[in-house]
């Protein structure tokens, strides 16, 4: 696959790795957060961190649309379907986000809900098309970069007055949840000196330990590597301020493999170095502006949501879209009068400390053993991409030393 | 050689192995429900198979774990006998129903068919259809049923299926069951072998178990006593096939189509007529009472635990008390002969003393206003 | 997060749709987001819509840089 | 004696009988459709079982026309080998797909899972649920399908069963087949035999049978040329077992779940863990697309054509070359040894040079958006 | 079963048979038609014409509403479930009844009509109350027996104001049917001499070769054994002008075997005593007046229908029933705007002379080869209450002569 | 045709409604056509509905009848 193989190549990475490892100062322990669950999930399933040099940390950030939903917006879901008897369209990634009552919309479409798994939001419009006599209601998550289909959508079903289409929107934005991470912890003056050793405070393990759940406190992230195909849509301008603001190198980076390792090359050249710029690893699909028309439609259909609960993360102002009011029409919330009801995260649940990177997942009392894929507890559970299931699924090797036969008889 | 801890773990690595064995939260089967990752044959399935079939089930043969199950084979002298496979899809609906449920059925359906070749039932398998939605505690009891059945029976479930269906695109549970079972040299019974002269025996009173569950569906309900007569009939043979050694020609149990329809099939199959004396066909007053009710015609009635035997004349009676005497056949009787009839007609003396044809069960039968 | 991978643009239809290839396999989409797309193009692909353009030449670019780390790397290391 | 006449007939009695033969008007496969009177048991699912499934799956043992089959037992010296019963529902929608369809794929599935048992495939049962308005075309179209694939393999399906079931409580046509097979003494191939230093084979290209299904779904249409694997795998195994006898450990064929799935119950069942080098698993380019474009891990992806074979070391590489020299091999590839470790790890080195857990299916593969 | 199995008794068979034997005049042929398919069924089912001597010969008429159903009347209920679609409520009976196009309700519902079986009329307005965002048809179909039920429920609908239910009524009137099978032939000047042998114009033989299929000629049907339980609901007051402007006997009589038996002793006592009365055998249910109640709720709201097609019989003016316009909007005809077309029957069926006591089914050149139960042609064939088929399915054996093989022992 | 049966009055409910017996089924039917049965009563019913009171007396006055012929019968054969 032209642009996808290329990018995916092993002998290449062994040149890149060996360059990191050969630039990261010995006495400096590196901590990066990859924001996206893209990276996160390039990571897993290539095995990046073998590549990686001990000191080099990388820290699973939330952005994965799926792990951030809460609770409460998945039982609004629910509630469409069994209780106003809609049919309930969603991408796949939903089905299994755990909801109330040990219920899912998977379970809840096992309980009778008319729950449909659609790959393109325009596969909910048909769906609305082809069932003039149901209710048809498309659950739509997604960041930046899902958005402007689900716009489209609601355009398009304006312009044909449609009666029986709406939208649950619960589009998230990139940049608030980018800002939470950063302003979890205590403001920090300026960049660290270049090549300076931590400082005691801000060793990680003693952080961990000292900061509980839901703590305001944040592990020193010396750098992100920052999203790929939501940046398509946005560009990469809007992430000048944060590099700036807190003194914190970003680099774009693509989902393939080899860009992860570069813009790891790239951050660690960065604090080497002492700066803090925004710098783009992904310039072919990149650019500074991103998709202008994608940013219109949006526009046109959705405003700022006042607030938006992030789980993981609690409630953020204007991180969230809604439809606007000249759509209201086709705003689930509206049609069906929804109203919101947060609901708490398990106490045991430690996603917020590791999203923050102050905790791993295998510091969580009930990871693996309570909290699994198939019963996920937490956030960072539920999609592959979520920091305990992406070191769950592909991971749990590194937690026990390997006695392979083989290599026994090798040795 | 790589490095397996790329980083400093956070916590003091004072054990040698920090993962956790993992801890799988056991199925709630009481408010539980299959949903489509229980067919997916990943982790959920396997946790249905070892928290829900096994248990069940139980026995050493499906514990084995593969894909199939490899079995004893009895051994008859030089090697002589033959296999016998029979399979049957069970769909009743309700699934529970007076006397039994679909579990149950699931296994008497199919051992009896393996029993009415004459051979003795050895294993079973069970593919199991379910539908999303479908609750686990109403599917444990199905399991549990047939669990139990196959026990009493002596014939193990020794390998199983299980697939799950989108929600509307089933109905509850449906399970298929295979038996295969070992035919003695030299035995052989056939809806071919009957011969004119030959005599008619049921081992009881027809119409039971269609009634039972007719008297379930909700647009016809009505209230009655009548069970089903579910049960798996391999010891009732062996009786009818110890008192009557070489003579007993076919054997077949009325299920769907119910006695005329079986009784047809024989016929035709055979080449021969057959003649039934109505009066002494035995039906229970509530399964007469309920056909009267719905205009059904309780010859065409299922049955699920009774058999036709067609015994040569003059082992007629060493027959019918075999099977009288055992709990299963205690209302069996001679109901007529078979005849010569180029046409293949089961013809019937009525009660009221007259003569009709029995025919086959034509479409299905269905309650009627007229 | 937002899976979505680069596709060749082998035909444009009416109504904003195409049909994109990836390693054999074709695909209607929508290119309602980049209509400037043409025949030719590589489109990011995501949930059935086009939502970028690929450039080739900074693809081509950033593998350039990976080589040259080949390179260097080769020069460091014997 | 009663009169059979008795009242004069119409037109003169000049001949014996006036009764007429009965005329069965031939099912219309063309335009006909399933309903609810083909299940009842009567006249008209007789007349579909002669017409449609007969001709389609002949076979003189189906055609004793009893409710089970009489077979022969092939002997072996003294008695001695071992039955083998698998069993299978398939329920794949949609019914026709690239490179194969519900019917051959109900043959294949059943005998490679007698084949996995290291056993020689002797007989296939098929019990069919039906959903009232099934095309009598599409059907016998299956039934072909099944009947070519069943003869192809060698493996009679020697007795059936037809349910319908009505319309919304079914999914146009499932099909659960039942094999037996016989081993031969002292052959013992389970998914308990891998032993740490074991090698891993895999017979080709894993993911055809899903991609080519899923390419099939409406939601999700796209073109590809892939075709399902779909086969039966009886020949590749026996030259596989002819080239390293005593070898074979464990075959399994990799259906739901995939590669991933099949090899993490393995290694529970062998109680022992597993590396896989990911570069050595053969994918074709268009499957590694489709996933690309869904979101999905060919390695969750199913196979019906493909078999993992564990087999000793020493006799890897022979057990390699007899894979390829099978038409149904000749991707085969080594992917992978057994290990030592109690906590049953799959994991894999991966192409771009880390390492990673490959661990069950969690619930269902669904295509993702993230 | 009280009242039933007393009246089914064997040995109290034999005694009536054994004087009707004794009654009959050995040199008249006795031709009864019994009207009503009830009466044929306990004429097949019980083997009663094993009992009748050989020159009684009895003539199934067309009194089963399933037969007489018009094959337009089921395409216009197959419209409703295809078309339309409703959910199409109707009783066991009427589902196989072939329509055009080899359709059939089973088969329609095969083609994804939602078609139930109800076993009361009362289910189908609960069917209408259950679901109340989907249009409930009750095919209705029936004699004066099954109607009031059907009454009861436009009544009870209209009294709930329910909007998603209507009824397709296709009830039909005994009287009528009984005056075209009298009217079928040459009107009689007066009755026939009291055992006088037939004429040679009317033997049954020659009027059946010379009649041919729509004929208006008719077999001398010498009396009629009426109906049971449509007079529990009319009474047997309504039969006295048949019997007096035609000159023909009436013994009203139940569906159990015994009454039948009975029924045919008075008919043969009233042919040799030359009497052509109104006698009621089944005085056990049947008053003169009939059920009032039920006359009642019949009158409130149906009214006579100009025309009706009955098949075999043809269309026959004031011989149904139709909605009154008060509860036109229960009447799925108007709601639904349906237009009748009348399907002819096959050519080669017989049905008609066989209905008039002209013809036999054996005389059909098709019967039981292309007309079988499974394949109904023709009217008769349909419901196991037709001639046909009642003859097909009990009867056939009477055409050969049997050889059974333990009464060849017995011999 | 109009399949209607005998069937013993065992309960009256409310609405119309009633509770009868057969051969030892029993089954709920509308009386709203027979208002006026009572518990004892036979009545006729068709479709769940009683379309009509059985009479007793009359029942047993036709059975007499069908018993006399028997001596009648058992009179003239032998
Ligand atoms: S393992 Fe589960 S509960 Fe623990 S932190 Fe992770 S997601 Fe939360
Ligand atoms: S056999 Fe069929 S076609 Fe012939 S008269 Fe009877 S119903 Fe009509
Ligand atoms: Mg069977
Ligand atoms: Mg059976
Ligand atoms: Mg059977
Ligand atoms: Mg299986
Ligand atoms: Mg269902
Ligand atoms: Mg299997
Ligand atoms: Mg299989
Ligand atoms: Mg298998
Ligand atoms: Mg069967
Ligand atoms: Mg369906």
């Not at chain 1, 901590?31 to 669950?37: D, L, N, T, V």
């Not at chain 1, 809840?108 to 069932?131: C, P």
């Not at chain 2, 033959?82 to 679909?102: E, K, R, Y």
């Not at chain 2, 043979?237 to 099939?265: F, H, I, K, Q, S």
Request: net charge negative; proline share 7%.
């Amino acid at each position: 696959m032209k642009y996808i193989d290329e990018f995916r190549d092993g002998a290449l990475a062994k040149h890149i790795a060996e360059r990191i490892a050969a630039e990261v100062k010995p006495d400096h322990h590196y901590r990066f957060m990859e924001f996206c669950g893209g990276h996160t999930h390039a990571i897993s399933r290539y095995g990046v961190l073998e590549l990686l040099p001990p000191n080099v940390r990388m820290i699973h950030g939330p952005g994965c649309p799926v792990c951030v939903l809460p609770i409460g917006r998945v039982d609004l879901a629910i509630e469409l379907a069994l209780q106003h008897d809609v049919i309930l369209c969603t991408y796949g990634d939903t089905l299994r986000v755990p909801a109330s009552g040990g219920l899912s919309l998977t379970k809840a479409k096992a309980r009778g809900g008319d729950i449909r798994m659609v790959y393109s939001a325009g596969d909910a419009l048909q769906m609305a098309r082809d069932n003039p006599e149901k209710q048809v209601v498309f659950f739509a998550i997604g960041f930046e970069t899902t958005t402007p289909p689900t716009a489209l959508v609601i355009r398009d079903a304006a312009r044909e007055g449609l009666k029986n289409f709406s939208v649950m929107c619960s589009h998230v934005l990139t940049p608030p949840a980018i800002r939470a991470i950063l302003d979890g912890g205590r403001p920090r003056a300026g960049p660290p000196p270049a090549g300076s050793a931590p400082s005691g405070g801000s060793d990680p393990c003693e952080a961990g330990e000292r900061g509980g759940h839901g703590s305001h406190e944040t592990a020193e992230i010396e750098g992100f590597v920052g999203p790929a195909h939501v940046s398509v849509v946005i560009g990469s301008d809007p992430y000048a301020k944060f590099a700036q603001e807190y003194q914190k190198p970003v680099v774009i980076a693509g989902f393939e493999p080899l860009d992860v390792l570069q813009a790891i090359l790239m951050l660690v050249r960065q604090v080497n170095e002492g700066r803090a710029e925004v710098e783009n690893e992904f310039t072919r699909a990149v650019t500074p502006h991103g998709n202008l028309n994608a940013q219109a439609v949006m526009d046109d259909v959705f405003e700022l949501r006042g607030a938006f609960e992030w789980r993981g993360l609690g409630t953020m102002p204007h991180s969230a879209l809604q439809i606007r009011e000249k759509y209201r029409e086709y705003d689930a919330e509206a049609r069906f009068n929804l109203g919101y009801r947060s609901v708490p995260d398990n106490k045991a649940c430690e996603c917020g400390a590791i999203l923050r990177g102050v905790k791993e997942p295998r510091d969580c009392k009930i990871f693996g053993t309570v909290c699994t894929p198939e019963n996920p507890i937490g956030s960072c559970m539920v999609s592959s991409e979520g920091a305990c299931a992406a070191h769950y699924t592909y991971g749990r090797f590194r937690d026990i030393p390997v006695v392979a036969a083989t290599e026994g008889a090798e040795a | 050689m790589r490095v397996d801890h790329d980083n400093p773990p956070p916590n003091p690595p004072n054990q040698a192995s920090t993962v956790k064995k993992t801890y799988t939260r056991p199925l709630d089967i009481r408010h539980g429900r299959i949903d489509m990752g229980h067919g997916a044959g990943g982790k959920a399935a396997a946790q249905l198979i070892e928290e829900l079939f096994l248990p069940a089930l139980d026995n050493p043969f499906l514990r084995q774990g593969d894909d199939g199950a490899a079995l004893p084979l009895p051994t008859l002298a030089n090697g002589a006998g033959q296999l016998v496979m029979a399979t049957d899809g069970h769909v009743v609906s309700p699934i529970f129903f007076p006397g039994g449920d679909l579990g149950c059925l699931a296994v008497h359906g199919t051992v009896n068919d393996v029993v009415m070749m004459g051979a003795q039932p050895l294993y079973l398998s069970a593919s199991f259809i379910i539908e999303e939605g479908y609750p686990l505690a109403d599917l444990q009891r199905i399991v549990q049923s047939l669990g139990a059945a196959a026990r009493e029976a002596g014939v193990p479930v020794v390998t199983g299926d299980t697939k799950v269906v989108e929600k509307g695109k089933g109905d509850g549970v449906f399970i298929s069951t295979t038996g295969v079972g070992l035919l003695a040299p030299g035995v052989s019974v056939s809806g071919k072998n009957a011969r004119a002269g030959d005599v008619i025996l049921v081992s009881g009173t027809i119409g039971d178990h269609g009634v039972a569950v007719l008297s379930q569906r909700e647009s016809l309900a009505f209230e009655t006593t009548i069970e089903s007569d579910t049960a798996a009939l391999h010891t009732l043979v062996a009786e009818l096939m110890a008192a009557a050694p070489g003579a007993v020609r076919v054997l077949r149990d009325p299920t769907r189509g119910g006695l005329a329809t079986t009784l047809n099939e024989i016929a035709r199959q055979s080449g021969v007529g057959m003649r039934l004396q109505e009066a002494a066909i035995p039906v229970k007053p509530q399964v007469d009472a309920a056909c009267e009710l719905l205009g059904l015609d309780p010859l065409y009635v299922a049955n699920e635990g009774k058999l036709i035997a067609i015994v040569a004349p003059e082992a007629a009676e060493a027959a019918l008390a075999a099977l009288r005497a055992h709990p299963l056949g205690a209302g069996a009787a001679r109901i007529g002969e078979v005849t010569t009839d180029p046409h293949h007609f089961v013809q019937m003396d009525t009660r009221f003393g007259g003569r009709r044809v029995v025919d086959w069960l034509s479409g299905e039968q269905l309650p009627r206003i007229c | 997060m937002c899976l979505a991978i680069p596709a060749l643009l082998v035909e444009k239809r009416a109504h904003d749709q195409a049909l994109v290839e990836l390693g054999g396999i074709r695909k209607p989409i929508s290119i309602a987001l980049v209509p400037e797309a043409n025949v030719g193009d590589y489109v990011i692909v995501h949930v059935g819509h086009a939502i970028g353009l690929l450039d080739p030449e900074e693809a081509q670019k950033t593998l350039a840089l990976f080589a040259e780390m080949q390179s260097r790397t080769a020069e460091v290391q014997p």
